[in-house]
C-alpha cells in the first residue's frame, strides 16, 4: 500500500514538472537583468533562513544578479509559499524551503495553493538531521533517562515546535508515540520565539534543526540527548544517535530546496539550476554547510521532484501513524 501511495505521488509530481513547464516561453538572453527576489517563508535566524543566506549570495555570484532576500514568514510558511504560488513565472522571483513545504498538505486543512502544481522544482540544497534538545534543569543526560522523567510526572513537561507540520513536529510526534508518553505540544512561530522559553524553562524540550538549535547546545544554553542521524555527527561527536539510544525509528532528516512558481521557462529553470548546484557544492558554501551539521546536496531538478514525491508518501504515512490531526 505505501508502495502504491508512492507510485501516485510520483506520477503526480511528474505530471505537474511537466505541466509547470509545457508552453513556457523561452528564455531571453537577457535573463537576469534585475535583481532576484528569495522568499524565505520563515522568520530570520532559523535553519530554513541559514540555508537560504548561505545558498543565496553564492547564487547571485554565479548567475550575476543581486539577490534580495525577503522574509514571508507565517502561517507554517504558506504566506512566502502562496506568494509565490501566485508570482510570475519570470525567473525572478524564487522560493527556499525546507520538508514542511511538502507536509503542509497533511497537516493543514486547506491551502492557499497547490503544494505540487504550483511549483517548479528547481534543486535540492541540503539536508541535515535534528537535535533531541532539552532545558538544562530538566533531570535526564539521556533519551532513557528523559523518558523515564515523562513518564513519572508527564503533567510537568512540555515540548516546542518552531512550526505545526515542520520537520520537527513529526519528529517529536512519533517520539511521543514511540515512548508512549501524552505530553503537550507548544506551537512557536519560529525558532526565534521558542528558544527563549525553552533555554528559560517555560518549555522543556524540543527537537530541530541542528543548524538553528546547534549553537545553543555548544554555547551551553540546552542539553542535546540525541542526533537523528544514522551516524554520530562530527560537529556533535558526543551526542549519540537515536540509533545508540533505542530509537531507531526517529532517524529523522529535514531537507531544504529552491522552487520557483509554476510555469517557469525551462531554460530558466536549467540556468537556476546549474548555479544552484554549483553554489552549495562549492567550497565555502559545502563547508560553512558541514561546519553547521548539514550535508550539501545539490541534487537537479528532476531527481528534486523524484524525492519530494517520496517524501511526500512517507510524511503522509507518519501523519497518520502518529494521529496528527489537520488545523
Do not use: C
Not at 522568499?39 to 548567475?63: F, H, N, S
Not at 511538502?102 to 495553493?113: E, F, G, Q, W
Not at 501524552?182 to 528559560?200: E, M, N, R, S
Request: proline share 8%.
Amino acid at each position: 500500500m505505501f508502495f502504491a501511495s508512492l507510485r501516485r505521488h510520483a506520477a503526480l509530481v511528474a505530471l505537474a514538472l511537466g505541466a509547470a513547464w509545457a508552453g513556457a516561453p523561452v528564455l531571453a538572453q537577457e535573463y537576469p537583468n534585475r535583481p532576484i527576489r528569495i522568499v524565505i517563508p520563515t522568520p530570520p535566524g532559523g535553519a530554513v533562513d541559514g540555508v537560504a543566506r548561505m545558498t543565496g549570495q553564492k547564487l547571485g555570484e554565479l548567475i550575476g544578479a543581486t539577490m534580495v532576500m525577503e522574509n514571508r514568514a507565517g502561517a507554517s510558511t504558506t504566506l512566502g509559499a502562496d506568494h509565490v504560488a501566485k508570482s510570475a513565472p519570470d525567473g525572478y522571483t524564487l522560493y527556499i524551503n525546507a520538508s514542511i513545504h511538502s507536509i503542509n498538505p497533511y497537516v493543514l486543512k486547506t491551502l492557499p495553493y497547490d503544494a505540487v502544481k504550483d511549483f517548479t522544482p528547481i534543486a535540492e540544497l541540503a539536508r541535515g538531521p535534528l537535535l533531541l534538545s532539552v532545558n538544562t534543569g530538566v533531570p535526564a543526560t539521556s533519551v532513557r533517562e528523559f523518558v523515564a522523567a515523562l513518564k513519572a510526572e508527564p503533567k510537568k513537561y512540555s515540548f516546542a515546535t518552531s512550526g505545526f507540520g515542520s520537520a520537527g513536529h513529526l519528529a517529536i510526534a512519533l517520539f511521543r508515540a514511540r515512548a508512549g508518553v501524552d505530553v503537550p505540544i507548544v506551537q512557536y512561530k519560529g525558532t526565534g520565539q521558542a528558544f527563549p522559553d525553552l533555554i528559560g524553562g517555560s518549555v522543556h524540550a524540543m527537537i530541530d534543526p541542528v543548524l538553528s538549535s546547534g549553537p545553543q547546545v555548544k554555547a551551553g544554553k540546552l542539553r542535546a540527548l540525541a542526533i537523528t542521524s544514522a551516524k554520530r555527527n562530527p560537529q556533535y561527536p558526543d551526542v549519540p544517535t537515536v540509533i545508540e539510544a533505542g530509537m531507531p525509528e526517529l532517524e529523522f532528516y529535514s531537507w531544504y530546496g529552491l522552487w520557483g512558481p509554476a510555469r517557469l521557462p525551462r531554460d530558466i529553470v536549467a540556468r537556476l539550476e546549474a548555479a544552484a548546484i554549483r553554489a552549495v557544492q562549492s567550497p565555502e558554501v559545502r563547508e560553512r554547510m558541514q561546519g553547521l551539521g548539514f550535508e550539501a546536496t545539490g541534487n537537479n531538478a528532476q531527481a528534486f521532484a523524484a524525492f519530494i514525491a517520496a517524501e511526500s508518501a512517507k510524511n503522509e504515512r507518519i501523519i497518520k501513524d502518529a494521529g496528527i490531526k489537520p488545523e
